[in-house]
């Protein structure tokens, strides 16, 4: 069964770092695009970074700058590395990937989210 796992949420300062991961696992023959969103108290799910598999990134225009997105294509794992953290940037975090099952099959695949809260 395909699943995504993410990790690094919490609690944090603002102006502090966060660094969110994303463990893809199960039947995998290969992933495409991974992405993060989030969605915050009362908002609608953004795209936050987006990394496909040739590498090209993504970026709100809200987190130019301040994030990074990577991948670790061995591990089948995202990162989101999150700098200079505003109180803005509190919110639910998604991992999303497009999943091949094999060379012809493959699906949108979401993790069950991670809270990031950044405190004033």
């Known amino acids: 069964q395909l699943q995504l796992v993410e990790s690094g949420g919490g609690l944090v300062q603002t102006g502090g770092s966060l660094r969110l991961s994303c463990a893809a696992s199960?039947?995998?023959?290969?992933?495409?695009?991974m992405a993060w969103y989030r969605q915050a108290p009362g908002k609608q799910r953004e795209l936050v970074a987006r990394?496909?598999?040739?590498?090209?990134?993504n970026y709100a225009d809200s987190v130019k700058g301040r994030f990074t997105i990577s991948r670790d294509n061995a591990k089948n794992t995202l990162y989101l590395q999150m700098n200079s953290l505003k109180p803005e940037d509190t919110a639910v975090y998604y991992c999303?990937?497009?999943?091949?099952?094999?060379?012809?099959?493959?699906?949108?695949?979401w993790g069950q989210g991670t809270l990031v809260t950044v405190s004033s």
């Open positions: 999303n990937a497009d999943v091949y099952r094999n060379i012809l099959a493959h699906r949108e695949v």
């Open positions: 990394l496909t598999s040739g590498s090209t990134t």
């Open positions: 199960g039947n995998i023959f290969g992933i495409n695009t």
